[in-house]
């Protein structure tokens, strides 16, 4: 056993009982909300190994999800960055056009199991948004969408998506009026709420099990690739690389892979207008630790603590905090997290959309800079894998807006 | 003894209720808030809990988050708080003073430091809202040396179990939250209150304070029938937000308000 191998095989799983990672996640909430979230972590506990509910997880993944997501050699787009093999998972191709509904639909199956009637959930860009409503219609649960005033703005395709689907949407004109309002607007409501509302957490973050949780629905995504890179290419990819907001997608791809030596992960995180200006949102990058939403983890936060408004060109990434997950897989250096430009990200959508004909969405966008600039370091031979998460449909108006067309 | 113990003992022995009253730190400007300090005190209030604003106060209805929202407009941080609690105990050593808030202001001082300047303004007690006692290990021995008394909320959805944990780790008083949901926003059921007092009674010798959802003069009577202190939050803050413009007008409605309320605790 190599020295990187034996490390490897040395790091405990996470979380401990308590939901903690390392110093971060635990569960950071009011009194009010610890019955409820007892109450989750316990049906969790209980369904993560229920031969029934896991078998109706997995169908509806392959026949409502559309899973296994294919994986793709971007081949002309490689031959072009003149470096390592580029490998997408195209979780873009899910139904809703993004990773978000692997999540939903596990959460809305546990909601069913418990007896709740009434879904909740956040949302900034309305990926999760459109997921969480999704499932509801499906189910014929009620569902009430909290999003942040200026994201109803930005967001309006999404919205009226939400509305056809049924779910009610609510503005949320409180603090900086933006995703993280919102999770604050969706735990008043769940607290106020508690006996027949289940609140559906889009990300990795929130008070244990959440990040647990999500991440276990999000794996789908690393245990597929697993298997598929190994079909396609004999041995497992040498890099992997994916965007973090709040950090699901990332998490669903490298988790399965933590143990395995040899493969690098990379989370990229939204370096907004530079590091330099402070105006992005890469806490994992340029934020410290701290305590918010039900967990520690990085934050963007002032001098006093209070939580710090961030910028990004993609509202899936404008997020101030980040999964205690990838807290810990930074702090134990087995994960690396960079940080990507909006112009950065820009340039890749359309690189993309012009050379390998996929559209792909402005968070994803930020894994495909990376992921060139690290093929063109790999070199020839190497094998990236760069999570796809979601398709660009949604973002059409944000980059015609910044080229000054109307659409 | 410190002072909550010794309202505590003193109202005890008058068998009268405690009043305890909440106002956000530097709503709606700083220079107001060392003058209302006094004003709730004269006006009657046993125990003052002030609250430090925080950016995401995720457990507090629209109106302390618009109190919070207006004091950060004026850019009042935990060192200003500590201050205006030196600035009040220069008048008044007697009224107990707990800091009321979230934890990250407080985690990014530094627990011992925090501990420190607070206990040397005359801070008496933390509240800290989204710290349960499960995640409080670090910090309760810093308390401890400190001399501030750790507040934690107990909810009607508490279990047994959960009561106990919360108990062990409490000094000065507990909370009771009594109902479901934020503060500030619904009225609350004081049958359901008194029974849960009576079974919390059982496991507890700390003196039980209930709060959240009471408004008026009478469901303050009523809860106080009941509890050993009533806490009176998000109706002051509303009388501090419509008076924002006037300080003069905003501590007499103040005072007038608390003191009808000390009155008809004071009846039962």
């Given at each position: 056993?190599?020295?990187?191998?034996?490390?490897?095989?040395?790091?405990?799983?996470?979380?401990?009982?308590?939901?903690?990672?390392?110093?971060?996640?635990?569960?950071?909430?009011?009194?009010?909300?610890?019955?409820?979230?007892?109450?989750?972590?316990?049906?969790?506990?209980?369904?993560?190994?229920?031969?029934?509910?896991?078998?109706?997880?997995?169908?509806?993944?392959?026949?409502?999800?559309?899973?296994?997501?294919?994986?793709?050699?971007?081949?002309?787009?490689?031959?072009?960055?003149?470096?390592?093999?580029?490998?997408?998972?195209?979780?873009?191709?899910?139904?809703?056009?993004?990773?978000?509904?692997?999540?939903?639909?596990?959460?809305?199956?546990?909601?069913?199991?418990?007896?709740?009637?009434?879904?909740?959930?956040?949302?900034?860009?309305?990926?999760?948004?459109?997921?969480?409503?999704?499932?509801?219609?499906?189910?014929?649960?009620?569902?009430?969408?909290?999003?942040?005033?200026?994201?109803?703005?930005?967001?309006?395709?999404?919205?009226?998506?939400?509305?056809?689907?049924?779910?009610?949407?609510?503005?949320?004109?409180?603090?900086?009026?933006?995703?993280?309002?919102?999770?604050?607007?969706?735990?008043?409501?769940?607290?106020?709420?508690?006996?027949?509302?289940?609140?559906?957490?889009?990300?990795?973050?929130?008070?244990?099990?959440?990040?647990?949780?999500?991440?276990?629905?999000?794996?789908?995504?690393?245990?597929?690739?697993?298997?598929?890179?190994?079909?396609?290419?004999?041995?497992?990819?040498?890099?992997?690389?994916?965007?973090?907001?709040?950090?699901?997608?990332?998490?669903?791809?490298?988790?399965?892979?933590?143990?395995?030596?040899?493969?690098?992960?990379?989370?990229?995180?939204?370096?907004?207008?530079?590091?330099?200006?402070?105006?992005?949102?890469?806490?994992?990058?340029?934020?410290?630790?701290?305590?918010?939403?039900?967990?520690?983890?990085?934050?963007?936060?002032?001098?006093?603590?209070?939580?710090?408004?961030?910028?990004?060109?993609?509202?899936?990434?404008?997020?101030?905090?980040?999964?205690?997950?990838?807290?810990?897989?930074?702090?134990?250096?087995?994960?690396?997290?960079?940080?990507?430009?909006?112009?950065?990200?820009?340039?890749?959508?359309?690189?993309?959309?012009?050379?390998?004909?996929?559209?792909?969405?402005?968070?994803?966008?930020?894994?495909?800079?990376?992921?060139?600039?690290?093929?063109?370091?790999?070199?020839?031979?190497?094998?990236?894998?760069?999570?796809?998460?979601?398709?660009?449909?949604?973002?059409?108006?944000?980059?015609?807006?910044?080229?000054?067309?109307?659409? | 003894?410190?002072?909550?113990?010794?309202?505590?003992?003193?109202?005890?022995?008058?068998?009268?209720?405690?009043?305890?009253?909440?106002?956000?730190?530097?709503?709606?400007?700083?220079?107001?808030?060392?003058?209302?300090?006094?004003?709730?005190?004269?006006?009657?209030?046993?125990?003052?809990?002030?609250?430090?604003?925080?950016?995401?106060?995720?457990?507090?209805?629209?109106?302390?988050?618009?109190?919070?929202?207006?004091?950060?407009?004026?850019?009042?941080?935990?060192?200003?708080?500590?201050?205006?609690?030196?600035?009040?105990?220069?008048?008044?050593?007697?009224?107990?003073?707990?800091?009321?808030?979230?934890?990250?202001?407080?985690?990014?001082?530094?627990?011992?430091?925090?501990?420190?300047?607070?206990?040397?303004?005359?801070?008496?007690?933390?509240?800290?809202?989204?710290?349960?006692?499960?995640?409080?290990?670090?910090?309760?021995?810093?308390?401890?040396?400190?001399?501030?008394?750790?507040?934690?909320?107990?909810?009607?959805?508490?279990?047994?179990?959960?009561?106990?944990?919360?108990?062990?780790?409490?000094?000065?008083?507990?909370?009771?939250?009594?109902?479901?949901?934020?503060?500030?926003?619904?009225?609350?059921?004081?049958?359901?209150?008194?029974?849960?007092?009576?079974?919390?009674?059982?496991?507890?010798?700390?003196?039980?304070?209930?709060?959240?959802?009471?408004?008026?003069?009478?469901?303050?009577?009523?809860?106080?029938?009941?509890?050993?202190?009533?806490?009176?939050?998000?109706?002051?803050?509303?009388?501090?937000?419509?008076?924002?413009h006037d300080t003069h007008k905003l501590l007499t409605e103040v005072s007038d308000f608390l003191q009808g309320i000390r009155r008809a605790i004071d009846s039962i």
């Amino acid at each position: 056993m190599t020295n990187q191998q034996a490390r490897l095989s040395n790091i405990p799983d996470m979380p401990d009982e308590k939901g903690h990672f390392g110093i971060h996640g635990g569960r950071f909430i009011a009194e009010t909300l610890m019955a409820p979230v007892e109450e989750l972590r316990q049906a969790y506990d209980k369904m993560k190994t229920d031969p029934a509910f896991l078998a109706e997880l997995a169908q509806d993944f392959a026949d409502y999800v559309g899973r296994p997501s294919p994986i793709y050699l971007a081949s002309r787009w490689s031959e072009q960055v003149g470096g390592a093999n580029i490998y997408l998972k195209r979780e873009d191709l899910n139904h809703t056009g993004a990773h978000k509904i692997n999540n939903t639909i596990g959460q809305a199956l546990l909601a069913k199991r418990m007896g709740k009637t009434r879904i909740i959930a956040e949302t900034g860009a309305g990926q999760h948004g459109v997921a969480s409503a999704t499932v509801a219609a499906r189910l014929g649960f009620e569902c009430i969408v909290y999003m942040g005033e200026d994201d109803v703005k930005r967001q309006a395709l999404n919205v009226y998506r939400m509305r056809l689907l049924g779910a009610t949407v609510v503005p949320v004109t409180s603090g900086s009026k933006t995703l993280k309002d919102a999770m604050n607007e969706a735990m008043r409501d769940w607290v106020s709420n508690v006996d027949n509302t289940f609140y559906i957490i889009g990300t990795v973050a929130g008070p244990h099990p959440y990040p647990a949780m999500v991440r276990d629905f999000q794996s789908i995504i690393g245990r597929e690739a697993k298997t598929q890179m190994l079909d396609k290419t004999g041995r497992l990819p040498d890099a992997l690389v994916a965007c973090v907001g709040g950090g699901s997608n990332a998490i669903g791809l490298f988790h399965p892979f933590i143990h395995d030596a040899g493969v690098a992960m990379y989370g990229v995180e939204g370096g907004g207008r530079g590091l330099e200006t402070g105006q992005h949102a890469a806490p994992l990058c340029a934020g410290k630790p701290g305590v918010l939403h039900g967990n520690r983890t990085y934050l963007m936060e002032d001098e006093d603590g209070q939580i710090i408004e961030t910028h990004s060109i993609s509202a899936g990434l404008d997020y101030p905090g980040v999964g205690p997950e990838h807290a810990w897989l930074k702090d134990i250096g087995r994960a690396n997290y960079v940080a990507i430009n909006d112009d950065e990200a820009l340039k890749a959508f359309h690189t993309l959309t012009k050379v390998e004909g996929i559209m792909p969405a402005l968070e994803s966008s930020h894994a495909l800079a990376y992921a060139e600039k690290l093929a063109k370091e790999l070199g020839k031979g190497k094998n990236i894998l760069v999570n796809l998460s979601g398709r660009g449909d949604k973002d059409i108006h944000t980059v015609a807006e910044l080229e000054g067309i109307q659409v | 003894m410190n002072r909550i113990a010794k309202t505590f003992n003193t109202l005890k022995t008058e068998n009268k209720t405690a009043l305890v009253s909440y106002i956000t730190a530097g709503d709606p400007n700083p220079d107001v808030t060392v003058p209302l300090l006094h004003a709730l005190a004269e006006a009657g209030s046993d125990v003052i809990e002030l609250g430090v604003p925080f950016s995401d106060p995720m457990a507090d209805g629209p109106v302390i988050q618009l109190a919070c929202e207006r004091a950060l407009a004026h850019h009042v941080r935990l060192t200003d708080v500590i201050e205006m609690v030196r600035r009040f105990r220069e008048k008044d050593q007697i009224t107990p003073i707990i800091l009321m808030g979230y934890l990250n202001p407080i985690e990014i001082m530094g627990y011992e430091t925090f501990a420190k300047k607070a206990s040397a303004a005359g801070v008496d007690g933390v509240l800290t809202v989204d710290m349960p006692p499960e995640e409080a290990e670090g910090v309760l021995p810093i308390y401890a040396e400190n001399g501030l008394d750790p507040i934690f909320l107990v909810s009607p959805e508490s279990t047994v179990e959960r009561f106990k944990i919360i108990s062990e780790h409490s000094k000065g008083f507990i909370y009771y939250v009594s109902l479901k949901g934020v503060t500030g926003v619904k009225a609350i059921d004081t049958v359901a209150v008194a029974e849960k007092m009576n079974e919390l009674r059982q496991y507890t010798d700390l003196p039980i304070g209930v709060g959240f959802g009471i408004n008026d003069a009478e469901t303050a009577k009523a809860v106080a029938q009941v509890a050993n202190a009533v806490v009176i939050g998000s109706a002051i803050v509303r009388r501090v937000e419509a008076n924002q413009h006037d300080t003069h007008k905003l501590l007499t409605e103040v005072s007038d308000f608390l003191q009808g309320i000390r009155r008809a605790i004071d009846s039962i």
